[in-house]
T-cell receptor, first 117, second 114 residues
Framework: DAGVIQSPRHEVTEMGQEVTLRCKPI?????LFWYRQTMMRGLELLIY????????DSGMPEDRFSAKMPNASFSTLKIQPSEPRDSAVYFC???????????????FGEGSRLTVL | AQSVTQPDIHITVSEGASLELRCNYS??????LFWYVQSPGQGLQLLLK??????LVQGIKGFEAEFKRSQSSFNLRKPSVHWSDAAEYFC????????????FGKGTTLSVSS
């Protein structure tokens, strides 16, 4: 079974440009998470969805960041306009509802490394 | 609020030596606990998890971890480290109830010397 798929793997852009990161979760998973990883702050949760509905977006740094999940198999994280301090690795992860057989572990994509010049 | 502390930022061990990575957590109830590993340029991979039952849990790649409620700890161990174990290791707990997002520690970078 395919894992979480993220694109692009690397993105280099100039300050002020719009950046769109994409994620395809594992089929059948009903939770999707966006994390950001930096040296200074570690892994930070930005937003997560359950059944395509945003549940907690308190980690989204500012209005320049937005995330959508139009269907169960696709999500985007958009930064507009981008700034150099947005440079980081952005991870998407998915998981399945916790029940007697599942304990809520997250499955991560390989990340999108964003560099804003 | 839930939190995770990994006291060691960087650890170096000799190949073949034993390893213990520390993790302390703050959680309101019996926690689910996770250890993940991240190799350079890769995503995070689950090593092992604790959710109930036996407090000593076995994971992949020969790792194990022990849940100690009295010490609020979930330390990761391996009896004999291999050079391929060099990576960054993260401990995590759910942010609230089970089935929600995970909060990660800052991570411990493991270097293996020959």
């Amino acid at each position: 079974d395919a894992g979480v798929i993220q694109s692009p793997r690397h993105e280099v852009t100039e300050m002020g440009q719009e950046v769109t990161l994409r994620c395809k979760p594992i089929s059948g998973h009903d939770y999707l998470f966006w994390y950001r990883q930096t040296m200074m702050r570690g892994l930070e949760l930005l937003i997560y969805f359950n059944n395509n509905v945003p549940i907690d977006d308190s980690g989204m740094p500012e209005d320049r960041f937005s995330a959508k999940m139009p269907n169960a198999s696709f999500s985007t994280l958009k930064i507009q306009p981008s700034e150099p301090r947005d440079s980081a690795v952005y991870f998407c992860a998915s998981s399945i509802q916790v029940d007697s057989a599942n304990t809520g572990e997250l499955f991560f994509g390989e990340g999108s490394r964003l560099t804003v010049l | 609020a839930q939190s995770v502390t990994q006291p060691d930022i960087h650890i170096t061990v000799s190949e073949g030596a034993s390893l213990e990575l520390r993790c302390n957590y703050s959680y309101g109830a019996t926690p689910y606990l996770f250890w993940y590993v991240q190799s350079p340029g890769q995503g995070l991979q689950l090593l092992l998890k604790y959710f109930s039952g036996d407090t000593l849990v076995q994971g992949i790649k020969g790792f194990e971890a022990e849940f100690k409620r009295s010490q609020s700890s979930f330390n990761l161990r391996k009896p004999s480290v291999h050079w391929s174990d060099a990576a960054e290791y993260f401990c995590a707990v759910p942010s609230s109830g089970a089935g929600t997002a995970l909060i990660f520690g800052k991570g411990t970078t493991l270097s293996v010397s020959s």
